[in-house]
């Protein structure tokens, strides 16, 4: 059955660094997202992707963060300066339709910031 | 932003009990989905629900979707230890088409064998 990969499963950075947290959609999809998760929080949105360009991104996604999808497979969130409070599950995901209404999602990546 | 409010917290129960929790919100929504979580996992889509009124069942889960468009529940039939998991309810943001989910706080579901 066709999965959305994330990698890496965890990453440990320190704050003010940047990190790349990367993913691969399943492959007929068009819509990308990614989401994130405080520990013991519900799933928050960040940004939604379609046609090479943000269609949609919440009020957590402010500068310092960027999407990219630099060849036809990755999906790529980019953090420029973590802060502590960066720290949580990132989910990527993907759907055929618009909508996120069948979007599946990626194991994530946990991201500690220290 | 919209609010989804899940009840309830925790539920913790012995095997083969049935098991409800529900979702509400303080607007209309026009889907409404269930996912589980795993530990260490991303949420996996159990049950998509686009009409007010809609009953639908995934094995021995089952959902409705409110006739309100405010509310939504699910149902967990015979439950087993593998039911374990967080719940979450979760919608499409009013005005959103590309893919901005809101998602409820969840359901801790704890199966006692």
């Known amino acids: 059955e066709p999965e959305v990969t994330q990698t890496p499963s965890h990453q440990v950075t320190q704050m003010g660094q940047e990190v790349i947290l990367r993913c691969v959609p399943i492959?007929?999809?068009?819509?990308f997202y990614w989401y994130r998760q405080i520990l013991g929080q519900k799933v928050e949105f960040l940004v939604s992707?379609?046609?090479?360009?943000?269609?949609?991104k919440s009020e957590i996604f402010d500068d310092q963060f960027s999407v990219e999808r630099p060849d036809g497979s990755n999906f790529t969130l980019k953090i420029r300066s973590t802060k502590l409070e960066d720290s949580a599950m990132y989910f990527c995901?993907?759907?055929?339709?618009?909508?996120?209404?069948?979007?599946?999602f990626g194991q994530g990546t946990r991201l500690t910031v220290v | 932003g919209q609010q989804l409010n899940q009840s309830p917290q925790s539920m913790f129960i012995q095997e083969g009990e049935d098991v409800s929790m529900n979702c509400t919100s303080s607007s209309i929504f026009n889907t409404w989905l269930w996912y589980k979580q795993e530990p260490g996992e991303g949420p996996v889509l159990l049950i998509a629900?686009?009409?007010?009124?809609e009953l639908t069942s995934n094995g021995r889960l089952t959902a409705q979707f409110g006739i309100t468009r405010k509310d939504s529940f699910l149902n967990i039939s015979a439950s087993i230890p593998s039911d374990v998991g967080i719940y979450f309810c979760?919608?499409?943001?009013?005005?959103?088409?590309?893919?901005?989910?809101?998602f409820g706080r969840g359901t801790q579901l704890t199966v006692w064998p």
């Open positions: 992707f379609y046609n090479n360009e943000i269609s949609e």
């Open positions: 979760a919608g499409p943001g009013r005005g959103s088409t590309l893919g901005r989910l809101y």
């Open positions: 629900l686009y009409k007010a009124g």
């Open positions: 995901a993907s759907s055929f339709l618009p909508g996120g209404t069948e979007a599946f």
């Open positions: 492959s007929n999809h068009l819509y």
